[in-house]
């Protein structure tokens, strides 16, 4: 019997779905696994476990928010882990689980992750840590996992322009350089992010067409610190509307190295990643098996 090594993130996002896990795991013992069933309880256990077990079974699956697929793919990675891996979003924000056209319905997901084979993913490399989908600092990194999911709910993109607004000339200014494989440059900016999805933090969005998850590309966003909260309100439309003009740049990277980060927090995924001086990037090309 094939075997499937099932990781939880019991505090992911809603606790209701915690209601599901016997269906799902029903649906793939029904499919022909032997289900093993591992919960996270701290920060890391995603990457021992994944790490630890994950060569000795046929498929992985991991049921949580981003940051715990973010630490499931870590450890797959850093252990040279082939196996497919499948994934159950449950946590508040699924970025990238929207971005793939998952299914937030755990038994519904849970479905398709039996019945699909898996592809090839496209991953980020960070000064050694590995990520999936963004790697960003400045304004909207901090008000994206901030901002209540209540007042996400009600009022949609404006809960992001109203806290945002709020807390943009309290940031210090991004004065970065920024080399990529064909060019430099330099500028103060009040938001950078490395992207691999179409959607991030609500803040940004991204045509389908213009994103590709394994092709060998990330894109580079940078958004340019404004002069006064107009301009601001300005660039935030600009945002929505994927206006990639003027003071608002979208570059597609393999490679990006950026100076100038001492004291600057960065999010990998919405986890914290402390500043350094230096940040190297570059793009991990058919990295990950899986399931979408």
Known sequence: MKKLLFVINPKAGQKKRKNYIREVIEIFENGGYQVGVKYTKKRGDGTEISAKYGNRVDLIVCMGGDGTLNEVIEGMLKDNVQTPLGYIPAGSTNDFAHSLGLSTNPVEQAKRIISKPGRMLDMGCFNGR???????????????????????????????????????????????????????????????????????????????????????????????????????????????????????????????????????????????????????????????????
Not at 158 to 174: D, M, Q
Not at 200 to 216: A, E, H, R, S, Y
């Open 130 to 292: 590995y990520f999936v989908y963004t790697a960003s600092a400045g304004v909207f990194v901090k008000t994206s996992y901030a901002t209540p999911q209540r007042l996400k709910n009600r009022l949609g993109h404006t809960a992001y322009i109203l806290a945002g607004a709020k807390e943009v000339f309290h940031l210090k200014p991004l004065r970065l350089k920024i080399e990529t494989e064909n060019e430099s440059i330099e500028g103060t900016y009040v938001f950078a992010a490395i992207n691999n999805s179409t959607k991030v933090g609500g803040i940004m969005k991204l045509d389908k067409d213009l994103v590709k998850f394994n092709d060998g590309f990330f894109e580079l966003l940078l958004v340019d610190f404004p002069k006064n909260p107009l301009e601001f309100l300005k660039l935030v439309n600009k945002l929505f509307h994927q206006d990639f003009s003027g003071k608002i740049r979208l570059k597609q990277v393999k490679k990006v190295k950026i100076t100038g980060c001492a004291g600057i927090d960065w999010s990998l995924d919405g986890e914290e990643e402390k500043g350094k001086e230096q940040v190297n990037f570059k793009v991990v090309p058919n990295a990950i098996n899986f399931i979408y």
